[in-house]
């Protein structure tokens, strides 16, 4: 289907399908007579949907209102052409199309580990880049444990755009998101139509039906909704249904000459699930393993979550009884409310308000390989010499089991509260000085976040089986005594010292005034930016104490793991209670050498307030913190050029960062304290020869853990999971009623761990994708995820292996060949 000319566009416009199971490309044509101001949003709509479209305007975590050609930040559109062309079967996929982002998408819909320009993923999430909705945070902190703020964020028909801005200015427009802003922009229905597709998987159970419609109804008014509801195996068989849920957004918009005002909805309840990393076979050498699937497991198609592992007994927060539904996965359940309105008093005076309310909670649950060895070896552990294991569940139940044993930890979060509330409050006065033009802005941000969760894991052990058939197994003793409830045998995780029973519940506040100026003379635009962050955090946290004889099933019989249960230690409660504060400032410059080149350079300071990874060791007994674990600081200098000829366009970027950090990661039980370097280079191209097009995107980077106060002998390594290089290419032919082509995705070796020996190899992953549009108003399309079915993993637990012998690791690979069809109808 031919992209309609701009002209064209002002009186309808066509999306082709979303094929990740969106299906839900928008047909829309345009009442009669609507003419009213647009939103900023609503005028950048309006240019040429490209990724490198060097004139969209930039609305995203700047000052606003400049193109791309003009403005000193590095930013990125994610259209609804490029997300089709992608073939992603999750939100986190997407990113992976965003030059300078290295998004580990292989957790599943979310839980997802995203890192901008060499900063750190150090533990998980996405500690120092903010994911938003029309501008306001998802989550005030991307890497709060079990609940990243991309769990909580859906990509459907509601979305207009993504756009995504890379250090620069988003350290003094948002809060705690010095690397960046990736901000999901809604469609606010500009033009009457709306669309209802279906997606469902040709080779794995899945099937997703997708709808948005909105319109202008006179007098300035118009809306927008849309959605998805979804339900099927995922892309890995775990045996049972999950995933399933859905999401609803809508908005509605009364513009006035001097402005307009919008409210939001959102209500999500979607169960999608968590994929850990799983047992992966690994040959050959430290610098040049060779990794893939186990006899009867294989990390592409399997997972530990099975059919015959169904339900989790144990104690919630307050120490009573629950029963917990494993097929709940990650499961967020939102419902979030918003206004955002702008006012133009005349004489160059604005003024724009932002408000989100969301109330978030929900479920994160999941297994975790802690071990994964003989069926005697883990049968003696647990029972001692002569221990011995059968089947728990399934077809064997009864039975020995001699094969590969898998000791699992079952982290089971319960979601009690990760509510927030944000207002952002900005007053704007544009000035004309003579030649030149100055910007003056003010505003106040403040937010509060709650995260308060429960943390009750219990250990497994289950046998190493694919296809969603992974029984579970008791443990009997030489005297043949069962040790074990249904495959359970330890109400706790006592291999990690009974770490993990916890309760926590604090409220995180911030406040931020911030200011702003840009100044336009000519063909040179400056601008700076400065920001004070303040916050507090209050609450109360607990963990675990060991309660002799505890009745946890409620059968009246006290079995062995029964004899000694964790607990939350309630009683004994400690307090956080610290405040913190830190500055930021970017200063920027651009300049137009030519009508179609442009050089920028900018010099940025950030910050990032640390937050619940500061529990239970870092926060000292009074609940305080030292300031220096408070905040970690991001310094980072960026320059590049940007440029267009006829169909071609590139956008390049060097950029250097410092990084301090704090954190703890939950599998390896370790903090870190340290301070990274990166420099690299970032490009992006586009290239359009009739029907011919290409995009693509390209980063390399040299990063280094410059200090490490816990570990000085990984000082000068290379920080885990950071590849050289990172690339992206999408090309393909667009005729009038189909379009044909592919998009690859790569990375070049990384270090599994910071002591810099196994390696990850590089791979290349190529999706395909096509549709066709018959009868005018019908829309079929296919797409391939991964077409030759490589193999590559994004995370392994283990930092080394033995030569010359098979050894077993833990590691979250990318999913097998998919394949996905589609049809959508538009009226």
């Known amino acids: ?84 062309r992608a073939a992603p079967r999750s939100t986190a996929e997407i990113f992976r199309n965003i030059p300078g982002v290295r998004s580990e998408s292989t957790g599943g819909e979310g839980n997802a580990n995203i890192a901008v320009r060499g900063l ?71 033009v009457q139509g709306g669309s209802v597709g279906l997606t469902t998987g040709l080779d794995y159970a899945s099937n997703r039906v997708d709808f948005q419609y909105g319109q202008p109804f006179g007098n300035g008014w118009r809306f927008h909704v849309g959605g998805f509801w979804r339900a099927g195996d995922g892309v890995r068989d ?56 186990i006899d009867g497991f294989d990390p592409a198609r399997d997972t530990l979550q099975s059919r015959y592992f169904r339900t989790d007994i144990g104690l919630d927060g307050d120490n009573r009884r629950r029963r917990t539904d494993i097929a ?60 011995t294991l059968r089947y728990a569940s399934g077809p064997n139940a009864g039975q020995a089991y001699t094969g590969a044993t898998v000791r699992t930890h079952l982290f089971n979060t319960e979601i009690n509260d990760f509510g927030n509330v944000v207002n952002d409050l900005k ?98 635009d400056i601008d700076a930016s400065v920001r004070r962050d303040t916050g507090k955090a209050r609450g109360r946290y607990a963990g675990s104490v060991q309660v002799a004889n505890v009745d946890v099933n409620g059968d009246g019989v006290i079995s062995a793991p029964e004899r000694n249960v964790s607990e939350v230690n309630n009683a004994a409660a400690s307090p956080v209670d ?53 905040v970690d600081m991001v310094d980072q200098v960026e320059a590049g050029l940007k440029w267009r000829r006829g169909g071609f366009s590139l956008f390049g970027t060097a950029f250097y960062a410092r990084t301090e950090e704090q954190n703890f990661e939950l599998t390896s039980q370790r903090f870190f304290d340290r301070v990274y370097k990166a420099h690299g280079l970032e490009l992006e191209a586009s290239l359009r020869v009739n029907e011919f097009f290409l995009n693509g995107g390209l980063t390399w980077t040299d990063a280094e853990i410059s200090k490490d106060e816990i570990t000085p002998a990984n000082e000068g390594h290379t920080p885990r999971r950071q590849a050289d290089l990172v690339y992206q290419l999408t090309g393909g032919y667009q005729a ?15 270090y599994t761990q910071d002591n810099n020996q196994l390696k990850m190899p590089g791979y290349t992953q190529v999706n395909l994708f096509a549709d066709y549009r018959f009868a005018g108003n019908w829309v079929v399309g296919l797409n391939v995820n991964n077409a030759f079915d490589a193999f590559g993993i994004t995370e392994a637990e283990e930092g080394a292996i033995v030569g010359g012998t098979e050894n077993i690791i833990r590691a979250r690979s990318i999913p097998g060949r998919t394949i996905s069809a589609s049809i959508r109808y538009e009226f």
């Open 238 to 293: 775990a045996g049972y249904t999950a995933e399933k849920g859905g999401q609803v957004k809508a908005n509605l918009t009364r513009e006035f000459d001097s402005g307009y005002i919008r409210f939001h909805l959102k209500r999500l309840d979607d169960r999608a699930i968590g994929y850990l990393p799983v047992p992966t076979r690994a040959t050959g050498s430290n610098g040049s393993p060779h990794l893939g699937a």
């Open 578 to 630: 610290y405040d913190w504060g830190y500055t930021s400032y970017s200063i920027g410059a651009n300049y137009l050498f030519q009508d179609d080149l442009a050089g920028f350079a900018r010099v940025s300071r950030g910050g990032r307030a640390n937050a619940d990874r500061l529990l239970f060791g870092v926060v000292r007994p009074d609940g305080s913190v030292r300031a220096q674990d408070a």
């Open 736 to 750: 009038e009623n189909w379009t044909l082509g592919a998009n690859l995705i790569g990375t070049t070796d990384a």
């Open 328 to 387: 709940d996965g990650m499961h967020p359940d939102s419902t979030a409310f918003g206004v955002e309105a702008q006012y133009r008093f005349g004489d160059g005076w604005r003024i724009d308000e932002k408000f989100r309310y969301a109330d978030n909670s929900g479920r994160f649950v999941g297994q975790f390989p802690a071990e994964v060895g003989t069926a005697s070896g883990l049968a003696a552990s647990v029972g001692g010499a002569g221990a």
């Open 427 to 524: 007053l704007t006065r544009s000035l004309d000085l003579g030649d030149g033009k100055l910007d003056l802005g003010g505003g106040y941000y403040r937010s509060r976040q709650k995260i308060d969760m429960d943390w009750v894991w219990n250990s497994y052990l289950q046998t190493l089986e694919g296809n969603g058939r992974s029984a579970l197994l008791d443990v009997y003793d030489a005297s043949n005594a069962n040790l074990s409830d249904h495959g359970l045998y330890a109400y706790g995780v006592p291999v990690w010292g009974n770490c993990c029973t916890r309760r926590y519940a604090a409220t995180y506040t911030i406040g931020a005034p911030y200011f702003s100026l840009s100044y336009a003379l000519g063909r040179l």
């Open 120 to 190: 750190p993923v150090a533990a998980g999430g996405a500690k120092f880049l903010q994911l938003q909705e029309d501008g306001m945070p998802v989550m005030e902190f991307g890497d709060i444990a079990f609940g990243n703020a991309d769990i909580f964020l859906r990509y459907d028909g509601s979305v207009d755009r993504i756009q995504a801005v890379r250090g620069g200015s988003a350290s003094t427009f948002a809060s705690n998101s010095p690397g960046g802003v990736i901000n999901f922009i809604s469609n606010t229905g500009e």
């Open 1 to 84: 289907m031919r992209r309609p000319s701009k002209s064209s566009m002002q009186c309808r416009t066509t999306i082709r399908p979303l094929s990740f199971a969106v299906a839900c490309a928008i047909g829309l044509s345009c009442a009669p007579g609507f003419a009213a101001a647009q939103s900023p949003e609503a005028a950048a709509a309006d240019k040429p949907a490209s990724g490198n479209d060097l004139d969209a305007i930039v609305v995203t975590a700047t000052a606003g209102g400049k193109s791309k050609l003009r403005s000193s930040v590095s930013t990125s559109d994610v259209t609804p052409d490029a997300v089709e």
